[in-house]
């Protein structure tokens, strides 16, 4: 592991003791010194430039090599100067001053190779015209030195000279310029580098530093000079060898580490053959220890190894063709083998080829799976083709065994069948066939469950194999040679469709894959034989009623074309008869839907057995039927309709009880009411409305005023749906007084329709409308809020406030938002929920939702809303119902006022609604209030309150406001006279009493 001390203390060492010896030379002898100090650092240069030189090979580094080639001229000119120094003088060349001239020029090109080595960082130059380009100048100096031509800088013994103090400086400008070059390019650097550059250059300076201060041989300026001078060239020494030689050193161990770790097999071997190094997977490989191959050959080490590798393929070619690949299969393993040129690596001999084994089994493995993947989800699309085409399932399966042999990876004869399976017969049965013929067709048309080998695999529902079936086989026929089968289960879903019955050849080896795949094919051929069962059901389903199997309105509009044909070709007559329950909502809200769907099969099949062969019976929805029918005349007709209105409304016995329903009958007569299927169905169903709307339980021919009354509703409804938005509809007030004084208490909202050309139309034909088409839902929540809102503005108008009463309709009552609509109809009028009564019919109580509309009523009643049952006792609510309901006021229906007191079972019926609603603590209103024996009577049974035509009937707003101040002002007047009448008594008391006194007096 590499110390990241720039200079740890066994570096330092070294020149501490060369500093501790050469100080102490320096007081023996300064020329011993000077030799000494001289030749230290001209060594360390020369070593210097030596590890650059070498370590240059491997780390191409041209920011080192710079530094070396450079201080190589340094150490040479410092070697020079020495020769020529005063008491050393080797050559008659030399003379006195030349020693101080290789000095300066060692400094300047010392300085100069500092400033501008940062300037080689990333490059990587040759290092023989590196060299040569860095000598060149000294040489030219040296020259001029020799010649006698170079200036006489100084001379020793005397002063210092102001050139040589200008060179010094100048070297130590050139080098603290460098330094600033080295702090900016300070992240191009190693940290390690840049720390031992920076002080070598800094010794360098401090060096020069020295020299200018005193040059005198001997002085304590030039022995620190000399040492510090020294030290730099240590320091660079001792950089250069940790970045030449260690690092790379610790580099190569830490990669060979991950070299002997690699899971790939790593060779290395020159081009001819011979093996340099291989990893430890390369030795699994080739059975052979790593240390014992160096210069073997790959064919001698795959001779003696014993393994099946063969050597050419391991380290054959030169690495030419880059990193290319290739794969080889060996035994059961698969290999890729690449090959990469590495260099000659500075050494001489052939060059060197990296070779990478790698073992891709796995990958393989996965890319056949893959292959095998994607061959199998091509045939299965395929099938899936064939079964998306319009062809009958036969010729389809056929198509299915056929994609299924020209498969050529799938082992098979082409000879196989598809069996169905018969849940009516409990058997397989021969469905599709490629290859089969002869008796074979015969015998094997049929399968029982466990016969055979088809018979087993739908039996236990798990693929059955054999290669040998002579004595498998329970059917045996003429000719049968031997063979063997796959018979694969056609199943989906835990259902068994049928069997794929494939054949083998004779001792034919099973494949689990094979089986696999044939098991895919059925389970697809198992979704198109489902699917086309679907369709075919759909097909039946689309013309057949599911709940009774009559004809639907689609099936019944094509058997009607049909009966419509043959009565043409026949002229005769015939007649539709369209059939509409009665009560069915009653019942089905009673019961529950189940016992619904038990009563509409019940109708079915009395009907059916009342029919004759010809006849035509459809349900086309919910309580309708539809009968088409051979008749004599419309006699017969409406004979045939008496029968069905009687076979329904005989009592039917549900899981509850016996239910009663009625039919209502529209009869339309062929040709005369229509010649079409459809318009037959039009009339029938206009003149079953008609029936409908004038008592029920009953039938009627369609007529023109039958179609007339049916234009009529059509049309109503058409503009009801717009009324609202036209502004026609509008609320008109009735008042309610109490019977006792008179006094107006509330008022009851009703709504009425005014259209501009047909006038004002009444609610008893628009309501049901209303109700009928969905309308009365935006209708409802309009009365509401303009009633709410009006009462508001009475309040505000200084009129004392009034219950204002609402209809709400039993469509209404069941909408699951309603108690939300009223919660904020409250809030955005500012009505205060005391002064709002609902009124709610009790035939909007009755049925199977009961326990619903139970709990909206209590929500109202948490609002603080009054809720009014409105035409009591018309309907069938019971007195349990009635206790459980949040119900404060009782209406008596208009029917039992009218025969008030002359009726007395009207009376009865009156008087126990009053004795009810007052022992429940109810307010009990009378509607209908006609005639002042009404009002009497209606006072001695204890009655509250009225509202009727005696008093007022409904009125628009303005007259309801005058008519409600008409009230008050009698009112405030009956009040004064009474207040009058006391005061009258009052004083009369007093004069009686003061006359006696008077007397007295």
């Not at 790593?266 to 081009?271: E, G, N, P």
Request: charged share 20%; with cysteine; aromatic share 8%.
């Amino acid at each position: 592991m590499s110390d990241k001390r720039p200079f740890p203390p066994e570096v330092l060492l070294t020149p501490l003791l060369a500093t501790l010896f050469l100080g102490g030379v320096s007081r023996v002898d300064y020329a011993v010194f000077h030799a000494m100090a001289e030749g230290f650092s001209i060594f360390t240069g020369l070593m210097l430039f030596t590890v650059a030189w070498i370590g240059y090979q491997f780390t191409r580094n041209g920011f080192l090599i710079y530094l070396g080639s450079g201080y190589l001229w340094v150490s040479l000119l410092d070697f020079f100067h020495l020769l020529a120094f005063e008491g050393a003088a080797t050559f008659s060349l030399f003379h006195p001053h030349t020693a101080l001239s290789h000095w300066m020029i060692a400094r300047l090109l010392e300085g100069f190779v500092l400033a501008t080595a940062v300037f080689m960082r990333g490059r990587s130059p040759a290092r023989g015209r590196l060299l040569m380009l860095l000598g060149l100048p000294p040489l030219l100096l040296e020259l001029l030195i020799i010649g006698g031509h170079f200036p006489v800088l100084a001379i020793p013994g005397q002063d210092q000279g102001n050139h040589r103090i200008l060179v010094e400086f100048t070297i130590m400008a050139v080098i603290a310029l460098g330094m600033a070059g080295y702090r900016n390019r300070e992240r191009e650097l190693d940290p390690q580098s840049h720390a031992w550059i920076l002080w070598a250059m800094a010794l360098t300076i401090v060096s020069e530093g020295m020299f200018t201060l005193d040059a005198t041989h001997g002085s304590v300026p030039d022995l620190v000079g000399h040492l510090v001078k020294f030290l730099a060239f240590w320091v660079l020494f001792q950089g250069m060898v940790r970045a030449m030689l260690i690092r790379p050193f610790q580099a190569m161990q830490l990669t060979y580490g991950v070299f002997d770790r690699l899971p790939e097999a790593v060779l290395i071997a020159r081009t001819d053959g011979t093996l340099l190094q291989i990893n430890r997977r390369a030795g699994e490989l080739l059975g052979v220890a790593p240390d014992s191959i160096c210069g073997r050959t790959c064919e001698e080490v795959a001779r003696t190894s014993g393994h099946a590798l063969p050597p050419l393929e391991i380290c054959g070619g030169d690495g030419a063709e880059g990193s290319g690949a290739r794969e080889m299969k060996l035994g059961e393993r698969w290999y890729e083998i690449s090959h990469a040129p590495l260099g000659d690596w500075g050494l001489e001999g052939p060059a060197r080829v990296i070779h990478l084994i790698r073992d891709i089994t796995s990958r393989k493995q996965m890319e056949l799976q893959e292959l095998k993947h994607l061959r199998h989800q091509n045939a299965l699309g395929r099938i899936i083709e064939i079964g998306l085409e319009p062809r009958p399932l036969e010729g389809i399966l056929e198509e299915c065994l056929t994609s299924l042999f020209q498969l050529p990876w799938i082992t098979i004869e082409s000879r196989g069948a598809v069996f169905l399976w018969d849940p009516q017969q409990s058997l397989l049965e021969m469905t599709a066939q490629v290859g089969l013929e002869g008796p074979l067709l015969e015998r094997c048309r049929q399968v029982a469950p466990g016969e055979c080998l088809c018979g087993e695999a739908a039996r236990i529902r798990r693929p059955v194999f054999e290669n040998r079936v002579e004595q498998a086989h329970t059917t045996r026929y003429p000719g049968m040679h031997p063979h063997g089968h796959y018979c694969i289960p056609i199943q989906a879903h835990g259902t068994l469709f049928g069997v794929l019955n494939l054949y083998v050849t004779h001792g034919h080896c099973h494949d689990p894959d094979e089986e696999a795949f044939l098991v895919m094919a059925a389970n697809e051929i198992a979704s198109i034989v489902q699917r086309s069962r679907s369709e075919t059901l759909l097909r039946k389903f689309a013309q057949v009623d599911p709940l009774t199997d009559l004809l639907n309105r689609r099936g019944f509009e094509k058997a009607l074309v049909r009966f419509i044909t043959h009565l043409a070709n026949d002229t005769s007559m015939g007649a539709v008869l369209f059939v509409d329950l009665d009560r069915f909502k009653f019942v089905n809200d009673t019961f529950g839907h189940k016992a619904g769907d038990d009563l509409i099969k019940a109708v079915s099949r009395r009907l059916q057995a009342m029919l004759r062969t010809g006849d035509a019976l459809a349900r086309p929805g919910g309580d309708e039927f539809i009968i088409a029918a051979q008749v004599k005349d419309g006699a017969t007709a409406g004979n045939l309709a008496q029968r069905v209105i009687h076979a329904i409304t005989s009592p039917i016995a549900l899981g509850g009880g016996d239910a009663h329903v009625g039919a209502s009958v529209g009869i339309a007569l062929y040709p005369g009411d229509a010649t079409t299927a459809e318009g037959l169905l039009q009339c029938a169903d206009t003149a079953m409305f008609h029936a409908k709307e004038t008592g029920r339980n009953r039938y009627a021919f369609f007529d023109g005023q039958v179609q007339e009354t049916a234009m009529e509703r059509q049309r109503l409804t058409h503009l009801l749906k717009g009324a609202l938005k036209r502004g026609e509809l509008t609320l008109h007030y009735q008042p309610q007084v109490e019977i006792t004084t008179g006094v107006m208490v509330g008022a009851e909202a009703l709504l009425r329709w005014t259209h501009p050309e047909m006038g004002a139309i009444s609610p008893a034909r628009f309501i049901p409308i209303a109700e009928e088409s969905g309308a009365i839902l935006p209708i409802g929540e309009w009365v509401l809020e303009t009633a709410c809102r009006q009462a508001m503005e009475w309040l505000r108008e200084g009129l004392p406030p009034l219950r204002m009463g609402v209809n709400l309709s039993p469509r209404q009552l069941r909408e699951p938002g309603l108690v939300e609509t009223v919660q904020r109809i409250l809030a955005s009028t500012g009505m205060n929920p005391a002064h709002l009564e609902l009124e709610i019919t009790e035939s909007a109580t009755e049925g199977r939702e009961e326990k619903i509309i139970i709990d909206t009523l209590n929500r109202l009643a948490a609002l603080g809303v009054s809720l009014s049952i409105d035409d009591y006792g018309t309907g069938a609510s019971s007195l349990k119902r009635l206790h459980q309901f949040p119900v404060s006021t009782l209406k008596i229906d208009r029917s039992f006022i009218m025969g008030l007191p002359a009726d007395q079972d009207a009376t009865t019926i009156v008087a126990a609604t009053v004795a009810l609603g007052r022992g429940l603590r109810m307010r009990v209103i009378a509607e209908g209030v006609e005639t002042e024996r009404h009002r009497n009577t209606l006072m001695q049974l204890h009655c509250h309150e009225m509202q009727g035509y005696l008093y007022e009937p409904p009125l628009p707003r303005n007259e309801f406001v005058r008519v409600l101040l008409e009230n008050v002002a009698v009112q405030q007047l009956g009040e004064r006279v009474d207040r009058e009448t006391e005061l009258r008594k009052l004083q009369a008391g007093r004069r009686d009493s003061a006359a006696p006194a008077q007397v007295d007096g």
